[in-house]
Protein backbone atom coordinates (compact mmCIF):
# COMPACT_ATOMS: atom_id res chain seq x y z
CA UNK A 1 0.00 0.00 0.00
CA UNK A 2 1.40 3.06 -0.85
CA UNK A 3 1.84 5.43 2.22
CA UNK A 4 3.76 7.61 4.45
CA UNK A 5 5.44 6.24 7.76
CA UNK A 6 5.69 8.34 10.36
CA UNK A 7 6.80 7.16 14.14
CA UNK A 8 5.83 7.68 16.75
CA UNK A 9 2.25 8.39 16.72
CA UNK A 10 2.10 10.00 20.15
CA UNK A 11 5.37 11.27 22.18
CA UNK A 12 5.70 13.16 25.77
CA UNK A 13 9.11 14.57 26.31
CA UNK A 14 10.85 16.86 28.73
CA UNK A 15 12.76 20.41 28.01
CA UNK A 16 16.33 19.55 26.34
CA UNK A 17 15.92 16.13 25.80
CA UNK A 18 16.82 15.61 22.26
CA UNK A 19 14.45 13.38 20.17
CA UNK A 20 13.74 12.37 16.22
CA UNK A 21 10.44 12.37 14.63
CA UNK A 22 10.79 9.96 11.71
CA UNK A 23 8.95 9.52 8.65
CA UNK A 24 9.48 6.84 5.51
CA UNK A 25 7.56 6.96 2.08
CA UNK A 26 7.44 3.83 -0.22
CA UNK A 27 5.92 5.91 -3.72
CA UNK A 28 9.61 6.83 -4.72
CA UNK A 29 8.23 10.29 -4.52
CA UNK A 30 11.01 13.28 -5.02
CA UNK A 31 9.83 15.61 -2.70
CA UNK A 32 9.39 15.61 1.37
CA UNK A 33 8.66 18.51 3.78
CA UNK A 34 7.25 18.64 7.49
CA UNK A 35 4.27 21.01 8.29
CA UNK A 36 3.33 21.59 12.17
CA UNK A 37 0.21 22.22 13.04
CA UNK A 38 -1.46 24.39 15.20
CA UNK A 39 -4.73 25.90 16.46
CA UNK A 40 -6.15 28.66 14.00
CA UNK A 41 -2.69 28.71 12.37
CA UNK A 42 -3.45 26.05 9.87
CA UNK A 43 -0.54 24.24 8.56
CA UNK A 44 3.16 25.86 8.34
CA UNK A 45 5.73 24.67 6.84
CA UNK A 46 8.95 23.59 8.54
CA UNK A 47 11.95 22.34 6.24
CA UNK A 48 11.25 20.53 2.51
CA UNK A 49 13.34 18.59 0.54
CA UNK A 50 13.39 18.61 -3.16
CA UNK A 51 15.51 15.39 -3.71
CA UNK A 52 18.14 13.56 -1.59
CA UNK A 53 20.95 15.70 -0.19
CA UNK A 54 18.46 18.90 -1.02
CA UNK A 55 16.55 20.62 2.03
CA UNK A 56 15.85 23.69 2.89
CA UNK A 57 13.72 25.90 5.15
CA UNK A 58 10.29 26.44 5.26
CA UNK A 59 8.56 29.21 7.25
CA UNK A 60 9.49 28.14 10.98
CA UNK A 61 12.68 26.13 10.75
CA UNK A 62 13.76 27.31 13.99
CA UNK A 63 14.27 24.75 16.53
CA UNK A 64 13.97 21.76 14.09
CA UNK A 65 16.79 19.48 11.96
CA UNK A 66 16.16 17.45 8.86
CA UNK A 67 18.07 15.37 6.94
CA UNK A 68 17.69 13.56 3.36
CA UNK A 69 20.18 10.76 3.14
CA UNK A 70 18.06 8.47 1.23
CA UNK A 71 14.92 9.01 -0.78
CA UNK A 72 12.41 7.24 1.41
CA UNK A 73 13.18 9.05 4.55
CA UNK A 74 13.03 12.46 6.43
CA UNK A 75 13.50 11.92 9.71
CA UNK A 76 12.93 15.68 11.92
CA UNK A 77 15.04 16.47 14.42
CA UNK A 78 14.54 18.41 17.69
CA UNK A 79 18.23 18.71 19.70
CA UNK A 80 16.80 20.71 22.58
CA UNK A 81 13.11 20.62 22.07
CA UNK A 82 10.79 23.38 24.60
CA UNK A 83 7.42 23.92 25.33
CA UNK A 84 6.73 25.82 22.05
CA UNK A 85 7.06 23.13 20.09
CA UNK A 86 3.75 21.36 21.51
CA UNK A 87 1.95 20.43 18.57
CA UNK A 88 1.05 18.37 15.74
CA UNK A 89 3.58 17.21 13.59
CA UNK A 90 2.81 16.03 9.56
CA UNK A 91 4.81 14.47 7.30
CA UNK A 92 4.13 14.46 3.32
CA UNK A 93 5.64 13.29 0.19
CA UNK A 94 4.73 13.83 -3.17
CA UNK A 95 6.18 13.60 -6.94
CA UNK A 96 7.15 17.09 -8.23
CA UNK A 97 4.34 19.21 -8.96
CA UNK A 98 1.69 16.52 -7.79
CA UNK A 99 -0.47 15.71 -4.99
CA UNK A 100 0.64 15.22 -1.18
CA UNK A 101 0.25 12.25 0.42
CA UNK A 102 0.41 13.13 4.26
CA UNK A 103 1.38 10.79 6.99
CA UNK A 104 -0.94 10.15 10.21
CA UNK A 105 0.95 12.72 12.43
CA UNK A 106 2.85 12.99 15.71
CA UNK A 107 1.51 14.77 18.34
CA UNK A 108 4.39 15.87 20.74
CA UNK A 109 3.76 17.47 23.88
CA UNK A 110 7.07 19.09 25.66
CA UNK A 111 6.89 19.57 29.54
CA UNK B 1 2.03 35.38 1.45
CA UNK B 2 -0.14 32.72 3.20
CA UNK B 3 -3.41 32.32 1.20
CA UNK B 4 -6.50 33.51 2.79
CA UNK B 5 -9.28 31.27 3.04
CA UNK B 6 -13.13 32.02 3.43
CA UNK B 7 -15.08 31.52 5.40
CA UNK B 8 -13.47 30.38 8.43
CA UNK B 9 -16.36 28.01 9.26
CA UNK B 10 -19.56 27.48 7.55
CA UNK B 11 -22.81 25.00 8.94
CA UNK B 12 -25.27 23.02 6.61
CA UNK B 13 -27.66 20.99 6.35
CA UNK B 14 -27.76 17.71 4.78
CA UNK B 15 -28.48 18.50 0.65
CA UNK B 16 -26.98 22.40 1.09
CA UNK B 17 -24.31 23.38 -1.17
CA UNK B 18 -21.55 25.56 0.01
CA UNK B 19 -18.74 27.19 -1.50
CA UNK B 20 -14.86 28.11 -0.02
CA UNK B 21 -12.52 30.83 -1.19
CA UNK B 22 -9.22 30.34 -1.15
CA UNK B 23 -7.43 34.23 -2.96
CA UNK B 24 -3.59 34.39 -2.59
CA UNK B 25 -1.31 38.20 -3.20
CA UNK B 26 1.37 36.15 -5.56
CA UNK B 27 0.67 35.40 -8.85
CA UNK B 28 -0.15 31.52 -9.07
CA UNK B 29 1.09 28.29 -11.09
CA UNK B 30 -0.86 25.98 -8.77
CA UNK B 31 -4.19 25.02 -5.98
CA UNK B 32 -4.32 22.48 -4.03
CA UNK B 33 -7.70 21.43 -2.68
CA UNK B 34 -7.41 19.06 0.55
CA UNK B 35 -9.85 17.29 3.07
CA UNK B 36 -9.29 17.09 7.05
CA UNK B 37 -11.59 15.25 9.08
CA UNK B 38 -10.96 15.45 13.12
CA UNK B 39 -7.57 13.35 14.12
CA UNK B 40 -6.89 12.72 10.84
CA UNK B 41 -4.29 13.58 8.69
CA UNK B 42 -4.93 16.21 5.39
CA UNK B 43 -6.31 14.01 2.03
CA UNK B 44 -5.93 15.55 -1.22
CA UNK B 45 -8.81 16.40 -3.21
CA UNK B 46 -7.30 18.32 -6.64
CA UNK B 47 -4.96 20.00 -8.31
CA UNK B 48 -5.78 23.09 -10.37
CA UNK B 49 -3.09 24.58 -12.64
CA UNK B 50 -2.63 27.83 -13.98
CA UNK B 51 -4.48 28.50 -17.11
CA UNK B 52 -7.88 28.71 -15.46
CA UNK B 53 -8.94 25.39 -14.79
CA UNK B 54 -12.25 23.51 -13.55
CA UNK B 55 -12.05 20.41 -12.02
CA UNK B 56 -14.58 18.22 -10.78
CA UNK B 57 -14.93 15.06 -7.97
CA UNK B 58 -18.19 13.54 -7.92
CA UNK B 59 -19.79 16.25 -6.23
CA UNK B 60 -17.07 18.19 -5.24
CA UNK B 61 -15.37 20.48 -7.78
CA UNK B 62 -13.16 23.47 -7.67
CA UNK B 63 -11.93 26.78 -10.26
CA UNK B 64 -9.17 28.53 -10.46
CA UNK B 65 -9.30 32.06 -11.18
CA UNK B 66 -6.30 33.46 -12.80
CA UNK B 67 -6.14 36.64 -13.00
CA UNK B 68 -7.68 37.02 -9.37
CA UNK B 69 -5.29 34.52 -7.93
CA UNK B 70 -8.47 33.16 -6.88
CA UNK B 71 -9.75 29.35 -6.22
CA UNK B 72 -13.40 28.36 -5.53
CA UNK B 73 -14.15 24.95 -3.85
CA UNK B 74 -18.02 23.83 -4.59
CA UNK B 75 -19.59 21.01 -2.53
CA UNK B 76 -23.05 20.29 -3.90
CA UNK B 77 -25.51 18.40 -2.38
CA UNK B 78 -23.82 17.99 0.70
CA UNK B 79 -23.05 14.98 2.93
CA UNK B 80 -22.20 13.98 6.56
CA UNK B 81 -19.08 12.50 5.27
CA UNK B 82 -18.06 16.30 3.93
CA UNK B 83 -17.78 17.47 7.78
CA UNK B 84 -14.32 18.14 8.03
CA UNK B 85 -11.33 21.45 7.97
CA UNK B 86 -10.37 22.44 4.23
CA UNK B 87 -7.29 23.61 3.13
CA UNK B 88 -6.25 25.24 0.39
CA UNK B 89 -2.64 25.06 -0.56
CA UNK B 90 -1.23 27.23 -3.25
CA UNK B 91 2.15 27.05 -4.99
CA UNK B 92 4.15 29.89 -7.40
CA UNK B 93 5.38 26.99 -9.42
CA UNK B 94 5.97 23.65 -9.98
CA UNK B 95 9.48 23.65 -8.14
CA UNK B 96 8.32 25.35 -5.07
CA UNK B 97 6.47 23.91 -1.92
CA UNK B 98 2.20 24.60 -0.97
CA UNK B 99 1.93 27.57 1.69
CA UNK B 100 -1.24 26.20 3.02
CA UNK B 101 -4.82 28.52 4.41
CA UNK B 102 -5.53 28.82 8.12
CA UNK B 103 -8.30 25.96 6.84
CA UNK B 104 -12.62 26.27 6.62
CA UNK B 105 -14.04 24.27 9.22
CA UNK B 106 -17.02 22.65 7.47
CA UNK B 107 -19.99 21.23 9.38
CA UNK B 108 -22.96 18.98 7.58
CA UNK B 109 -25.75 18.24 9.92
CA UNK B 110 -28.60 16.06 9.21
Known amino acids: EAQVTQNPRYLITVTGKKLTVTCSQN?????MSWYRQDPGLGLRQIYY???????DKGDVPEGYKVSRKEKRNFPLILESPSPNQTSLYFC??????????FGSGTRLTVV | QQPVQSPQAVILREGEDAVINCSSS?????VHWYRQKHGEAPVFLMI?????EQKGHDKISASFNEKKQQSSLYLTASQLSYSGTYFC???????????FGKGTRLSVIA
Open chain 1, 27 to 31: MNHEY
Open chain 1, 49 to 55: SMNVEVT
Open chain 2, 26 to 30: KALYS
Open chain 2, 89 to 99: GTGISGNTPLV
Open chain 2, 48 to 52: LLKGG
Open chain 1, 92 to 101: ASSLRGGGYT
